[in-house]
């Protein structure tokens, strides 16, 4: 009886545990930079994905080996490894020992999780194979080396995972386990010295490393580092020569990683940040001098470069054995670090961020470089644009809204929203599109209508999805909240992206009142984003626009069914009235001497705009109006 109450009261503690919690973090099921690349890659002559496939003639490589996968790209260099099983990236891991890392967790080539049918199938996931390499010519003392972490941004590892090292045994084709680690929680990057005895010297040699995890998700993340193989090494050979970026996440604004280009030239040196972060690490076991260097190259890395910092030397001498972010300003007089002002609907930049160590030697050079992109598009962002987790929030009816500021007057069209795929299938669950003007008193100014309910959908061709307005919303530059109110009890896993910090931009209502995301929710960003419509060029053109706009009026603003408008014409010229939509589409028209309104009710709610033309000289005069019923 006492067992049967006990076993009772542990019911109903862990369900109480369970109702009570109002948000939460969840593993990723796949990934979707992976899959991505995939579906726009996978069919091409030259993919990636052929070369598992084709049997070509191998040429063993000779010592020494080196890879720290600061490539810049999401699979291993196809000249040292023979698989693309694991993930390279600078999202996951956590301090890194240089730029990039090679990340092992449950998911295949593809983006996919290896047996998504079971969510307890456990067994070897990602293999890193080098390709075949010539011991038979080496000197002396064969050490592999290589640094390790479990976790990072990612999952934990459980007890039962492990990570491995294993060397090709070509006596019997057999591969030989040399090293191994069960599973734990997050810890620094660890080195690994591993001897290559006599019994692997041969002209065929091959390592690989190994993970067993949870087959079915993006989970139990390994992250492997510098991986060095060559002679006339010893077990005291600690020293790493080297001198790296840790990121590639360098973003110049100081408040979104994406913003409207048009919004941004209303202020484009004060929407720049003053400094610029640079995380980086020293390996050396002494001090070094290094010189930094910023070019910002336009169209995408294509075009030319616009701007460079410094403009002469600057130099910086990085302690010993350690890790640090220096902050470049790049905002000084005379010159400030800008993006040029030039008429365009949307931008990308390159952001190229280099060392120069002046003749200092170093073990690897190419992690002394990282590219970076400052997008301007249609929404604004504060995330990077990739999940390490999936947040969500418990409840019918709970809200969740992302907090931004508007710069400048704009038309609100769609969210761009990236829900996590998970184990289980949420796209049947309903949410209402919202936005509101403040949370404290709450203040709603729009929903979408009930017959409009929209659900969770999944893309494996892009990480975000839009969802379009039902009616355009024109909003005036200040504070909104995007986000939308729950119809069903399911959590809905939209990305977390861990790699920037706008927790407090984040807001969830569960119980009657509006909070940041709890305590257990790590720092992060949610991948959530407001999608604007400026104006188009020919509607908002310098010729159309004139400063006598004082003379035409147009009025109520907002109105439900008649627009009037007033002209004071001293000249008694004639004009020539036009309603267009904010895509240019004429919707009415009329001449001054005919009407001096327009009835709108049958028109739908949204921001418009009336075109005065003169009909002799053919200039414009252009005045917004808000319709809204």
């Given at each position: 009886m006492i067992k049967h109450l006990y076993i009772l009261l542990l019911v109903f503690l862990l369900c109480s545990a369970v109702f009570s919690q109002k948000d939460t973090i969840y593993e990723l099921g796949g990934n979707n930079v992976i899959g991505t690349y995939y579906n726009v890659n996978k069919d091409l002559p030259n993919s990636v994905y052929n070369r598992t496939h084709v049997e070509s003639k191998k040429v063993a490589l000779t010592l020494p080996f080196l890879d720290d996968f600061s490539q810049n790209h999401i699979y291993p260099e196809a000249n040292l490894w023979e698989d693309i099983n694991v993930y390279v990236n600078s999202s996951f891991p956590d301090y890194p020992i240089t730029f990039g890392v090679a990340t092992f967790d449950g998911l295949d080539s593809t983006g996919t999780p290896y047996n998504f049918a079971s969510p307890t199938s456990f067994g070897p996931a990602d293999t890193l194979t080098s390709k075949q390499i010539d011991l038979t010519t080496i000197i002396d003392s064969v050490f592999l080396s290589f640094y390790y972490q479990p976790q990072g941004n990612g999952n934990k590892p459980e007890t039962r995972d492990s990570l491995r090292l294993e060397f090709f045994k070509q006596s019997d084709s057999s591969w030989v386990r040399m090293w191994g680690m069960p599973g734990m929680p997050n810890q620094p990057f660890e080195k690994v010295m591993i001897a290559v005895d006599n019994n692997f010297h041969n002209n065929v040699f091959q390592f690989r490393f190994i993970n067993w995890a949870t087959l079915s998700g993006n989970v139990d993340h390994w992250h492997i580092d510098y991986v060095y193989l060559n002679d006339n090494r010893t077990h005291q050979d600690t020293t790493l020569n080297?001198?790296?970026?840790?990121?590639n996440h360098h973003n110049l604004l100081n408040e979104y990683t994406s913003m409207p280009w048009i919004h941004y030239l209303t202020d484009t040196s004060g929407f720049m940040k003053f400094a610029l972060d640079i995380t980086h690490i020293n390996n050396f076991n002494t001090p070094k001098p290094i010189q930094f260097h910023i070019e910002t190259i336009n169209n995408n890395g294509a075009g030319p470069i616009e701007d460079s910092f410094p403009l002469g030397i600057s130099s910086?001498?990085?302690?010993?054995?350690?890790?640090?972010?220096?902050?470049?300003?790049?905002?000084?007089?005379?010159?400030?670090?800008?993006?040029?002002?030039?008429?365009?609907?949307?931008?990308?930049?390159?952001?190229?961020?280099?060392?120069?160590?002046?003749?200092?030697?170093?073990?690897?050079?190419?992690?002394?470089?990282?590219?970076?992109?400052?997008?301007?598009?249609?929404?604004?962002?504060?995330?990077?644009?990739?999940?390490?987790?999936?947040?969500?929030?418990?409840?019918?009816?709970?809200?969740?809204?992302?907090?931004?500021?508007?710069?400048?007057?704009?038309?609100?069209t769609a969210f761009q929203i990236y829900f996590n795929p998970i184990m289980n299938n949420l796209s049947a669950q309903t949410f209402r599109l919202k936005v509101w003007s403040s949370l404290s008193p709450e203040v709603e100014i729009y929903s979408q209508t009930a017959t409009q309910f929209t659900s969770p959908i999944y893309s494996n061709t892009n990480e975000y999805l839009k969802y379009t307005l039902d009616a355009p919303l024109y909003l005036t530059a200040g504070t909104y909240y995007f986000g939308w109110e729950k119809i069903t009890s399911e959590f809905l896993n939209v990305g977390w992206d861990v790699n920037t910090n706008n927790r407090t931009k984040v807001h969830f209502n569960s119980v009657g009142v509006w909070e940041n995301p709890t305590s257990n929710i790590p720092d992060g960003s949610l991948m959530l984003r407001p999608v604007f419509r400026s104006l188009p060029p020919v509607v908002v053109s310098s010729e159309d626009i004139k400063n006598d706009t004082e003379n035409f009026e147009v009025y109520p603003n907002p109105t439900k069914e008649s627009i009037y408008f007033k002209i004071n014409n001293t000249n008694q010229n004639s004009y020539h009235i036009e309603l267009l939509d904010i895509y240019g589409k004429l919707i009415l028209q009329t001449e001054s001497n005919l009407s001096n309104k327009f009835n709108v009710t049958g028109v739908s709610n949204g921001l418009y705009i009336v075109r005065f033309t003169n009909t002799d000289n053919r200039k414009s005069i252009l005045k917004k109006i808000i319709i809204s019923k």
């Open positions: 080297d001198i790296s970026f840790i990121t910086y001498t990085v302690p010993a054995n350690s890790q640090g972010t220096i902050p470049i300003e790049i905002d000084q007089s005379p010159h400030n670090f800008y993006f040029p002002v030039e008429i365009a609907e949307s931008k990308v930049f390159q952001v190229k961020n280099y060392f120069d160590f002046s003749g200092l030697p170093d073990d690897y050079a190419k992690n002394d470089t990282v590219l970076s992109y400052q997008v301007f598009h249609d929404y604004y962002a504060y995330d990077d644009g990739s999940a390490e987790l999936g947040y969500g929030v418990q409840g019918i009816s709970s809200k969740l809204a992302h907090e931004f500021n508007l710069k400048k007057d704009d038309t609100l």
